[in-house]
T-cell receptor
Framework: DGGITQSPKYLFRKEGQNVTLSCEQN?????MYWYRQDPGQGLRLIYY???????QKGDIAEGYSVSREKKESFPLTVTSAQKNPTAFYLC?????????????FGSGTRLTVV | RKEVEQDPGPFNVPEGATVAFNCTYS??????FFWYRQDCRKEPKLLMS???SGNEDGRFTAQLNRASQYISLLIRDSKLSDSATYLC????????????FGKGTHLIIQP
């Protein structure tokens, strides 16, 4: 079955460490997105990519980096520059920027700084 | 003015009741609309698209009012399993980043 897979499900990071969250899709979608969700809050866009080897900053890109070397993969690195990284991270993909079919989300990665 | 506004709730509703909530949007150029459902500590999932003529899917009815710039979701004969947060989502085109998400309305169905 086609879908979007995020790993790991839970991630613990020590302060000052960089960590990378994986996002893989086999839906043949061109566009991919990373969102952050804090408890009781809405989704905030971190980065998005419409095509391989191209990506754009979202509303809260500081302290994060991404790459898009393959259509299927859009990993997110949370760097030590991100001062408050504890959150629920969601990856999504779309075939048409969401216009007709919306987004498909992965099951998320819950990051905790210890 | 915020791009999209939803009453955060929570709405506490007895099982079997009918519940409805609205979502207002500020961008008149918005082209397509969706309702997503998000369970606690899970990812959002597409519940239904919202069409201009209104549409129904089982116990769920979605409507769009372009003149007043809001969409609505009505749930009939509510079930305990309907308890979730419902996100209002729309696509405005133009920008490359796709959809705009509301913060959601929290619904609790009580036995």
């Amino acid at each position: 079955d086609g879908g979007i897979t995020q790993s790991p499900k839970y991630l613990f990071r020590k302060e000052g460490q960089n960590v990378t969250l994986s996002c893989e899709q086999n839906l043949n979608h061109d566009a991919m997105y990373w969102y952050r969700q804090d408890p009781g809050q809405g989704l905030r866009l971190i980065y998005y990519s419409q095509i391989v080897n191209d990506f754009q900053k979202g509303d809260i890109a500081e302290g994060y980096s991404v790459s898009r070397e393959k259509k299927e993969s859009f990993p997110l690195t949370v760097t030590s520059a991100q001062k408050n990284p504890t959150a629920f991270y969601l990856c999504a993909s779309s075939i048409d920027l969401g216009r007709n079919y919306g987004y498909t989300f992965g099951s998320g990665t819950r990051l905790t700084v210890v | 003015r915020k791009e999209v506004e939803q009453d955060p709730g929570p709405f506490n509703v007895p099982e079997g009741a009918t519940v409805a909530f609205n979502c207002t949007y500020s961008n008149s150029a918005s082209q397509s609309f969706f309702w997503y459902r998000q369970d606690c500590r899970k990812e959002p999932k597409l519940l239904m698209s919202v069409y201009s003529s209104g549409n129904e899917d089982g116990r769920f009815t979605a409507q769009l009012n372009r003149a007043s710039q809001y969409i609505s979701l009505l749930i009939r004969d509510s079930k305990l399993s309907d308890s979730a947060t419902y996100l209002c989502v729309f696509y405005s085109g133009g920008g490359a980043d796709g959809l705009t998400f509301g913060k959601g309305t929290h619904l609790i169905i009580q036995p």
